[in-house]
């Protein structure tokens, strides 16, 4: 065989592999080194990819596999490889953040006092997550386009009108003119980050499970703030639609503003997919009832599952202040981040003489709000 045969055969060997695990992750029946596996996988398909493309010219670059199994890039796509401007979408389900706080942990703290910090990379995928289990899992950052920046300012374009007047044009008539227009803004990725209180150096060496928990809690905290970011930059953005609710809030005024909202997004021609609620007004709807003292949003038994408003996928969370709700058209938003991922520091200096260490985890994340006139914050007032 020939090198490009090689690697064909290579890649083909592969996808059927992967396809095999993907098989046994639907049937829910994957073990953790099989989900290992499947990762190495997907490192060695985008590597021998990465060899094919250098075989053909520069046209063939677009047609560059996006994925494990066979997935091909869209025409005029670029291929989902790491690196500055390359997009995709957040995995940071409870697998992947277990996987990645492991990383953290492991060398252990023991290599990263040798080395003084270590990175955990923020990896995209090609496609969000299939499923809004999984999603609400992965966290709010995982709904949204990824883009990495390589710098802390960019420019990014905002859609500020959108006026579609096509129509039926008689032979010879004059073609109506639609507007659409848009302006450079200027993004600047924030800083997200925390530290621990000092520990004890030999503790921290000796106690696998205290390095775990510590990277873990360090990386969620960085997650979960920038998911609070994100949401403030996207309500506070100029030209985001409002619906209020009149004075006195009730389960059923809660419903109608949200529909509102979704109304209002639609009367402009986007199409909102997303609803973002705080924990305390989600149970205020969902334990709302009727005058039969039926519960409006069904039976406690009825096994319903992830939560829902109006058939949109709903996420519930904290970050999300009480008493507001967004509905949201997925596209019309974009998570900025840089390279560097999420990455772990430590200090073993400033706490020499009490032999302590201390760990700082930060990131840099933001929201592009590209299209804010298909947003909409529902107030509901009480």
Known sequence: ?????????????????????????KAGTMTDT????????????????AKLVGLKNADGMAALAAGVAGHEAAPGARADLPGRGSKGYLNLSRERAGEMAAKMAAPGVKAILAAGSTGIGVDLEPEPLRTPGARMAAGLLS?????????????????????????VVAVGGVK?????????VAGHLDVIAHVSEPIDKFLLEDADELQAFLATELFDG?????????????AATSGVQTVTTSAGFTAIKGYDAVHNGIVKSQ????????????????EALR?????????IGGSPFDGSGDPQLWDRETFVTPAQPQGKVLVVPRTAVRVSTDEAGIRTDADPISGFDRNTVRFRTEGR??????????????????
């Open 1 to 25: 065989m020939d090198t490009k045969s090689t690697l064909e055969a290579d890649l083909a060997s592969i996808q059927v592999k992967a396809a095999e695990l993907g098989q046994r992750a």
């Open 34 to 49: 099989e989900l290992v596996e499947l990762k190495d996988l997907a490192d060695r398909a985008t590597v021998v990819k």
């Open 143 to 167: 709904y949204f386009e990824v883009k990495k920046q390589s710098g802390a300012d960019y420019k990014y374009i905002r859609q500020t009108v959108r006026t579609s007047n096509a129509a």
């Open 176 to 184: 109506p003119t639609s507007v659409f227009t848009a302006e450079d």
């Open 222 to 234: 960085v997650v979960n703030a920038a998911e609070r970011r994100v949401l403030a930059t996207i």
């Open 267 to 282: 009367s402009l021609g986007y199409s909102p997919d997303l609803i973002v609620i705080n924990p305390v007004d989600y």
């Open 287 to 295: 334990l709302g009832k009727n005058a039969q003292n039926d519960y």
């Open 365 to 382: 994340f933001t929201a592009d709000v590209r299209q804010p006139a298909g947003i909409v914050l529902v107030t509901l007032t009480a």
